[in-house]
């Protein structure tokens, strides 16, 4: 925390963290590119900001991802049954080409599919991304060569979304842009980006989070509402923002994020519920009637037992103990000596979802990942985090080898396959855990440490608490760390030129 002698210096003009001063993996790791940054280093005086060195970084990352899927583009996607999962390359997207009726001109919602999907069963804008995509690819020559083009151009459209999540990260906590690194090199981003469409998701929701930290609550929430327009998880984050709102007082600037969420929303969902009802109800009545599914405790408990539980009884025990997750993390902000960061709170109420959920894709770590850089920047528990979804990236590509490779058996068994579930909610949980904890020991959580309150927060950050619940209603209301000098939190950063640029 700031010394008593440098506070009033330093609370109107905060320099950067630096992590390689401030994080002893982030220092290790420097040594690859010279050591830790020197005392005396010259800091905003080049071309090379920090939003664009990691910009550069991700889409670095990224093309490596794009080379990883390399076995598959020519070869495993179009002949054997498992040699895309033997080489760990698989992708929706070439598949749905055909299996989606983009191959010959169907109009998503609207027309009718052959087989036993009757629409597409993905969210509206979604569905235009995907249409988009279609209208950019050549149609001609054969079905597989058509197929590749149309991986390709989502890719280079995806590969747009991650330059926009990454910014946004870089943007959100101004005077933590190395952070954005964290991002950039998380290695299971970079594998599950080009499996489905969920970045477009992810970086609207990125976005929002941006434009809630500059205090601009409408534009937060039309970005959400257009994020929960192209996949259903972003709404969640409107949960703890009204809880956080309570706590803080701040029900005009919710109310607007709320009428934004829910005005863009209406706007790309109302033509295709009007004139396409059957096609546009199709991505819930998918996902109700889905059965258990890759990736969740669920599917080893049904594996497991001689009777496995039946689809409606799992919908409904998924759906009371992820409120009962939303209740916890209600308390648990309402209670804290210390205003939780809005992102702490995102990261852990989207968590408690993918942890209760039927089904846990393996892109759907995509969701969490720009969560988690802002709620706890810290590489060890963030690669820890990713050495597990790394393990389960792998481990469901060879369980579907194992059963889809006939007598050969190539691949992990269904046991192997469980104990890689196992890893991926217990490196899930582990994060979880560190996150509760900065919030109830504030002096652990390293946002906070360098001497901001909740940089992620907008109107949130600095604001005093209005409404409290237990012991948090008798301590002092500020929003500034309970031990050591009173710090003016609620001031706002001043930010070079050089880093307003891109």
């Not at 992590?19 to 905003?44: C, K, M, N, Q, Y």
């Not at 990454?166 to 842009?177: D, E, I, K, L």
């Not at 991926?424 to 900065?438: E, I, K, Q």
């Not at 907008?458 to 002092?476: I, M, W, Y």
Request: charged share 15%; with cysteine; net charge neutral.
């Amino acid at each position: 925390m700031p010394s008593a002698e440098s506070t009033q210096a330093s609370a109107h003009e905060p320099g950067p963290v630096l992590p390689t001063r401030e994080d002893e993996v982030a220092a290790a790791g420097s040594e690859l590119i010279g050591g830790p940054i020197g005392r005396r280093a010259l800091l905003g005086r080049s071309w090379w900001t920090p939003v664009r060195v990691v910009a550069l970084v991700a889409i670095g990352m990224f093309a490596l991802g794009l080379v990883q899927k390399a076995p598959c583009y020519h070869s495993a996607w179009f002949f054997g049954a498992s040699s895309q999962y033997t080489k760990a390359c698989y992708s929706d997207i070439p598949h749905l080409y055909q299996g989606r009726g983009f191959a010959d001109g169907l109009v998503p919602y609207f027309d009718k599919l052959p087989g036993d999907m009757p629409y597409l069963e993905y969210p509206v804008l979604t569905g235009v991304f995907m249409e988009v995509a279609s209208w950019l690819t050549p149609h001609s020559g054969t079905l597989q060569h058509q197929e590749q083009w149309y991986w390709m151009v989502n890719a280079g459209m995806l590969m747009v979304c991650a330059a926009v999540i990454t910014v946004c990260v870089v943007r959100t906590h101004a005077r933590r842009p190395w952070d954005g690194l964290l991002l950039a090199l998380a290695p299971a981003f970079a594998l599950t980006a080009t499996i489905n469409w969920d970045l477009l998701a992810v970086a609207l929701t990125a976005a929002a989070m941006l434009m809630w930290s500059r205090g601009r609550s409408v534009a937060f929430g039309v970005l959400l509402g257009l994020a929960t327009a192209a996949k259903l998880y972003p709404v969640l984050l409107l949960g703890p923002l009204l809880v956080l709102c309570w706590r803080a007082g701040r029900w005009r600037e919710f109310g607007r994020a709320l009428g934004g969420a829910a005005v863009a929303w209406l706007v790309v969902n109302l033509p295709v519920m009007a004139f396409a009802g059957d096609g546009w109800w199709q991505f819930y009545r998918f996902s109700h009637d889905r059965g258990v599914d890759f990736g969740s405790f669920w599917l080893v408990i049904a594996q497991e037992s001689s009777n496995p539980p039946s689809t409606d009884f799992v919908n409904t025990m998924a759906t009371l103990l992820v409120v009962v997750c939303f209740l916890g993390i209600a308390a648990l902000t309402l209670t804290a000596r210390r205003r939780p960061r809005f992102a702490q709170l995102a990261f852990l109420i989207v968590a408690a979802f993918i942890l209760t959920n039927k089904v846990y894709s393996p892109q759907y770590v995509l969701w969490l990942v720009p969560l988690a850089v802002l709620a706890r920047p810290k590489w060890r528990d963030f690669l820890i985090w990713q050495a597990c979804e790394v393990a389960y990236f792998l481990g469901i590509w060879m369980y579907l080898a194992y059963t889809t490779s006939g007598d050969a058996h190539k691949g992990l068994p269904t046991e192997g396959y469980h104990w890689a579930i196992i890893v991926h909610l217990a490196g899930t949980l582990y994060l979880c855990a560190v996150v509760v904890r900065d919030i109830l020991m504030p002096e652990r959580d390293v946002v906070r440490g360098a001497g901001d309150d909740d940089p992620s927060g907008g109107v949130l950050d600095g604001a005093e608490d209005v409404f409290v619940l237990g012991t948090s209603a008798r301590a002092p209301r500020h929003a500034g760390p309970y031990a050591g000098t009173r710090a003016e939190w609620a001031a706002e950063p001043a930010v070079s030129p050089e880093d307003r640029s891109l």
